[in-house]
């Protein structure tokens, strides 16, 4: 079975560039998470998706980051203009619905800005 | 105070030692995970724990629900075991993480 795919795996940009970031979730994996881990520290949570619904983002710096899960599986992740910051890791995941279910991890993005 | 963290944050060890990583945590959590992550790689899962003990191969995790504690041991450890390993715990339907212990198993 296929796990959660990430795309790109690596980026560099400049700073005030636009970046986007692709996950395909699990394969009936309802869940859809967003994190962004900054080197030495645990990863932290941007976003959660519950099919096409965005139920936490709490966390998620709106006034430069966006993210969409249009039909409830595939989602994207923007950054504009994105800052020197950014640079981080950024992780997507995936579970099926409900709490203390395990999650499974992309192998992430690696962002960094110029 | 971070609501989830781990000792130590940095571990070296010789091969075939036996290793333990910990984790305490300040919140009520329905359940915690070990995570693995190499160096440049993805994050694996290795246990989700709500009580007593979990085996699987060299690894080992146990959680103690009354303290808020919990370990991740390796027996006979080997260099291929160098990584960081990550706590989490699900707490109000929300994962927090430790930041995490960097083990260096040297041969």
């Known amino acids: 079975e296929a796990g959660v795919v990430q795309s790109p795996r690596y980026k560099i940009i400049e700073k005030k560039q636009p970046v986007a970031f692709w996950c395909n979730p699990i394969?009936?994996?309802?869940?859809l998470y967003w994190y962004r881990q900054n080197l030495g520290q645990g990863p932290e949570l941007l976003i959660r998706?519950?099919?096409?619904?965005?139920?936490?983002d709490s966390q998620l710096p709106k006034d430069r980051f966006s993210a969409e899960r249009l039909k409830g599986v595939d989602s994207t992740l923007k950054i504009q203009p994105a800052e020197l910051g950014d640079s981080a890791v950024y992780l997507c995941?995936?579970?099926?619905?409900?709490?203390?279910?395990?999650?499974?991890f992309g192998p992430g993005t690696r962002l960094l800005v110029l | 105070k971070n609501e989830v963290e781990q000792s130590p944050q940095n571990l070296t060890a010789q091969e075939g030692e036996f290793i333990t990583i910990n984790c305490s945590y300040s919140?009520?959590?329905?359940?915690l995970h070990w995570l693995q992550q190499h160096p440049g790689g993805g994050i694996v899962s290795l246990f989700m724990l709500s009580s007593g003990k979990k085996k699987h191969g060299r690894l080992i995790a146990t959680i103690n629900i009354q303290e808020k504690h919990s370990s991740l041991h390796i027996t006979a450890s080997h260099p291929r075991d160098s990584a960081v390993y990550i706590c989490a715990v699900r707490s109000r339907n929300k994962l927090i993480f430790g930041t995490g212990t960097l083990l260096a198993v040297q041969p």
């Open positions: 998706y519950e099919n096409e619904e965005a139920v936490d």
């Open positions: 919140v009520g959590i329905s359940a």
């Open positions: 394969s009936g994996h309802n869940t």
């Open positions: 995941a995936s579970s099926l619905p409900g709490a203390g279910e395990t999650q499974y």
